[in-house]
């Protein structure tokens, strides 16, 4: 049922304006009918029905949110973690804008969760239970969005005041948490390298064995941070450079199947990066690319 609104503008021209109106009719009397306000999604219209006409709904629960869903019971144990960066998106039900950004937290909550001390949350600031902790961040608008930096147990809220796409976030979350996201998920081009190594790599590819000797020692006295740079030279030097492109393309493979946990796909384009180092691709260039990218993906949102 629709119903039309008639509301006089200051210049005394009239705005039509229509409204669904959902009203519930029982099997034992048909010419009577009570008002539905609840929510418009499909859950809600289907706990109504189940509950106001006894049967039981056959439709599958969605999934639960990639988000977390934080309430007054946990807000200061998981936000105020010294060992943790929060991102809290405050928000409300009703909320057409919160409805809007749930689907872009739903992404970057996604991306970041092989990191687990990057932490992106909602916070119902409407509910009764939870607007002490609201007002105590001065919530006044819905969505508000407030970051909360590691290394303190009594943290500062910074507001976040930057554009609302998945690459704005992701661009945010990488300089504030010290991670290598890239939009879409997975790790950006610049994840596991080193430029010191990555040097060292490009020399090595292209020296006599003499000098490849010389590098090889001097990267595998940087340690455990170079052990997969010291085993793409022990290849290299058995296989030969052919050897670097197949990998890279047989990894590749891999990634683009997205079949494995996303910790085991993270390792995997580590490796591809740093065999990107010996093919010359220096970290400047990569950082453009990645920079481009980023900026492309924004554009196209």
């Keep these: 049922m629709r119903t039309e609104k008639r509301k006089r503008s200051p210049g005394n021209t009239v705005l039509l304006s229509l409204v669904l109106a ?4 029982g099997a034992d009397d048909s010419t009577k009918s009570d008002p539905y306000d609840g929510g418009r999604e499909l859950n809600d219209l289907a706990a109504f029905i189940e509950k106001s006409s006894g049967v039981k709904s056959n439709i599958k629960p969605p999934p639960p ?6 309430s007054y019971r946990d807000f200061d144990e998981v936000v105020m973690d010294p060992e ?11 909320c057409g804008h919160c409805k809007s950004l749930k689907p872009t937290l739903e992404k970057i909550s996604k991306t970041f969760k092989p990191d687990s001390k990057c932490i992106i949350a ?25 970051f909360f930096p590691k290394g303190s147990s009594n943290k500062d809220a910074v507001p976040y005041d930057f554009g609302r796409s998945e690459a704005d976030f992701v661009k945010f979350l990488n300089e504030q948490c010290g991670t ?7 790790l950006n081009e610049l994840a596991g390298r080193l430029p010191t190594l990555d040097s060292l790599a490009q020399s090595f590819y ?8 010389t590098i090889y020692t001097e990267v595998k006295a940087a340690g455990e941070n170079a052990s997969y740079y010291v085993r793409v030279m022990d290849k290299l030097a058995s ?13 590749d493979g891999i990634l683009r199947k997205r079949s494995m946990a996303p910790t085991k796909l993270d390792e995997i384009k580590k490796k591809v990066n740093i065999l990107n180092a010996f093919l010359e691709k220096k970290v400047e260039d990569i950082k453009e690319a990645v920079e481009e990218t980023a900026e492309k993906v924004k554009e196209e949102l």
């Excluded at 943790?84 to 405050?90: E, P």
């Excluded at 290598?180 to 997975?186: I, K, L, N, P």
């Excluded at 292209?206 to 000797?213: F, I, V």
């Excluded at 296989?239 to 990894?251: C, P, V």
């Design 84 to 94: 943790n960066d929060v991102l809290v998106a405050f928000t409300a039900p009703w």
């Design 22 to 25: 959902l009203k519930w009719f």
């Design 122 to 146: 909602n916070y119902d600031a409407d509910n009764a239970m939870n607007k002490d902790i609201a007002a105590r961040y001065q919530v006044r608008s819905y969505p508000t969005i407030k």
């Design 180 to 186: 290598q996201r890239a939009v879409g998920g997975g």
């Design 65 to 70: 949110p990639e988000t977390l869903q934080l």
């Design 239 to 251: 296989t030969g450079e052919a050897w670097i492109e197949k990998e890279i393309k047989r990894l």
């Design 206 to 213: 292209s020296a006599d064995k003499a000098a490849r000797e």
